[in-house]
C-alpha cells in the first residue's frame, strides 16, 4: 500500500482535500502533561525517532476538555512488530460508553490487522462483531510512523491507514450520531504517538463503501427478554437446578439482535468480577410434549436451564481451547429442548470474561409450538 505525507494539518488543506463547505476547526494536540490525562501508569511523553511523543505501554491518554462529534481525528503511531493491540477510543461518555478503532499490530496483512467495535458499560464487542465489515487486511509498515486518518460523521466512518482511499468504511457506528472525549490506548508493547490533529465539523465528506451485511439465516431470533440484575457465574455454572431465587426481583428487558445476528447484553448492564452473567430467558408454549432442536451461540460461557432444570454448559471463551481460539460467536451448538405441553421457561446464563457478552439463536418452529 502507497504510504503518503501526513496530510490535512489546517482547516484550509482539509477543506479543500475533503469537499467541506463549513468553517472548519482544526486543532493540533500539543504533547505536553497539560493537555492530557494520563494513566498512573504506563503512559509518558518522550522523544522517539525524532518527535516529540506520547508513549503507551499498558496506559491509556485522554485529551483534556475534548468533546468530539464529527470530523477527522488524526495521528501517527509507530508501532513495533510484535504483538500488541493499540488505537483510539472516541466519543467516550458517561458509564464508559464508547466507540473504538484499533490496530493489531501483530497481525499486519492478516483479515484482522485492525478492529472497529462499540464499547457498552465498558465492554467492547470484537467477538460478535468480526469479518470485513468491522475490519480491514491492512499491511503495516514497521520501524517509521504510520499515518492513521478517521473521518466520522453521524453513524458513519471512513479508515485511512498510510493510504489515498479508506481503506476501512463503517456505515453503521451502533453508538450513532454521539460526542464525547478522546482517548488513545497501548497495551502488551510499547506504542508511540505523534501530530496529534483534531478537526471539528459536521459537513465532511465520507468516501468508503462498507462490506455487505453477513447472510443470516431466516429462523433467526430478532430478540431476548433478559434479565435487568446481573448475578454470578458460580451461581449458575455446575448447578443442575436453577436457582428460584436468581429470578426473583428480575425486570425483563427486551434486546433486539444487532445487524451481526446477535443480542449485545452489554447494551444492557456493566460486568464486574464478582457479577458477570446475565438470564436470557426465551418462553416457548408447546401443545404437547416433545424435543424442539434450538440452535445457539454465544459469548462467552453459557448454562441452559428448562423448566429450572440444567441441560447444557458450554465454554467459548478466547484461548479456552487452543492459543489460537478467539471465541467468536455463532451458531455453532444446539440442544433439544424437553418441552411439556404447556408453556415452557428457558434460561440461557451467559456469562462475559471479555471481548463480546453476547447471545444468539435459530429456531425452525413446528406447528402446534410458539416462541417468543
Known sequence: MKRITPIFRNAALLIAGLGITATASAAPVAMTPEGWELSEQNASFEQHMGRDSLKLSGGVATIKDESFKNGVIEFDIAMPDAR????????????????????????????????????????????????????????????????????????????????????????????????????????????????????????????????????????????????????????????????????????????????????????LAPRTREANTQLVRVEITADKAQLLPFKYGYSDRVSLFVNGAALAHGNNTYANRDYRYLGTIGLFETAFLPLKAGKNEVIFAVSEAFGGWGFMAAVDVPKGVSVH
Not at 201 to 207: A, P, Y
Not at 212 to 241: C, Y
Not at 243 to 263: C, K, R, V, Y
Open 84 to 267: 500488541g493491540f493499540a488505537g483510539i477510543y472516541f466519543r467516550g461518555r458517561e458509564g464508559r460508553n464508547s466507540e473504538e478503532f484499533y490496530l493489531r499490530s501483530h497481525l499486519s496483512g492478516m483479515p484482522d490487522a485492525n478492529q472497529y467495535t462499540p464499547v457498552f458499560n465498558g465492554t467492547n464487542a470484537w467477538q460478535l462483531l468480526h469479518g470485513p465489515r468491522y475490519s480491514a487486511p491492512t499491511t503495516y509498515n514497521f520501524g517509521t510512523w504510520t499515518h492513521v486518518k478517521l473521518v466520522v460523521k453521524d453513524a458513519k466512518m471512513d479508515v485511512y491507514i498510510d493510504s489515498e482511499d479508506p481503506v476501512l468504511h463503517v456505515d453503521s457506528l451502533f453508538h450513532g450520531t454521539s460526542e464525547g472525549s478522546i482517548t488513545l490506548t497501548g497495551f502488551m508493547n510499547d506504542y508511540y504517538y505523534s501530530n496529534i490533529d483534531i478537526t471539528h465539523i459536521d459537513d465532511v465528506s465520507l468516501r468508503g463503501e462498507a462490506a455487505p451485511l453477513p447472510d443470516l439465516p431466516e429462523n433467526l431470533v430478532k430478540g431476548f427478554s433478559v434479565g435487568s440484575r446481573v448475578v454470578a457465574a458460580g451461581a449458575v455454572e455446575g448447578k443442575t437446578m436453577l436457582d428460584p431465587a436468581l429470578l426473583e426481583g428480575q425486570t425483563w428487558q427486551w434486546l433486539d439482535i444487532n445487524e451481526a445476528g446477535s443480542a449485545n447484553l452489554a447494551r
